[in-house]
């Protein structure tokens, strides 16, 4: 709820609006007659149509109404070769065909200036330039870019996004694999992405000899087809593992941690009921706003396009 009222400063007249919904406090000098949100467009989080007004006692405004929905966050994570990827897509697909509005994205990377850097950062070439503080540094660049560009313009529409890794891989790969510190990766991923964090998280869970093997073959290329972070050793990777494995133990309201199957098929079936689960919990109050995220509107006899 939001309340205004027309308060004179010396010769000219200023607007004062407190909101108390837990919106923010805020007193402009423009003599509008009720509110940013009586404009054609929504403003301020409320709807034109959606608003009811009336006059209270000492010339009050009162106006009330919904505000904007926020969409949700969806991580996959889990060690390199446990096909997070792979079933992130199926995944997409099936919430589309749902009608659900849904924005695919993966970290390194995300967009044009991310998957330059990645290039780098992966880069075997570069092996012995980049230490684990650079490395880190440059996967926060990368986040913070991608959050402001991609991640956070797609939620405030109310739209899903599902990420092929965040920040639980910050945290496991240079925070335990490099041993740079959880606590401290913690930090800087707070401040790369401005307290943006996941609302679910798949964790895919694998012994990571299985995962680069499965690489290895996929490529068809031996060590040698390796990138820079893949080929950093097996004590490396299983110091990954364990920092995952200690996230999901820590976090297990958001992190479901799924032990990878040899049918992939299975390993899916699994992530389809936790998704499931979770938005059914979450459909009554997206992040505490709203109803829900956004769905397509689908018309009779009409075949919704698939959204590129």
Known sequence: ???????RIGASFARETLDISNFSYCDGTETIRYLACRSSDT????????ETERKGKNGLMVLRGKRKKKGLLITFEGPDGSGKTTHARRLVRKLRRQGWEVVLT??????????????ILLDRKFEEEIGARTELLLYEAIRAHHVKNVIAPAIANGEIVVCDRFTDASVAYQGWGRRL????????????TGGITPDLTILLDLKPEVGLGVIETRRNGGKDGLDRVEAAGITFHRRVRRGYRSLARKERNRIVMIRRAE?????????????????KRKGAGVSGVGKEPRRRRRVAGMKMPRKR
């Open 1 to 7: 709820m939001i309340v205004s009222r027309r308060v």
């Open 43 to 50: 403003a301020g989080g409320w709807n034109k149509e959606e």
């Open 106 to 119: 993966r970290e390194p990377g995300g967009t044009p200036f991310g998957d330059r850097v990645r290039k």
């Open 181 to 192: 510190g959880e606590k401290e990766v913690k930090a800087i991923n707070a401040f790369a």
């Open 263 to 279: 049918d992939p098929e299975e390993t899916f079936k699994k992530i389809e009921d936790a998704v499931e689960t979770f938005l």
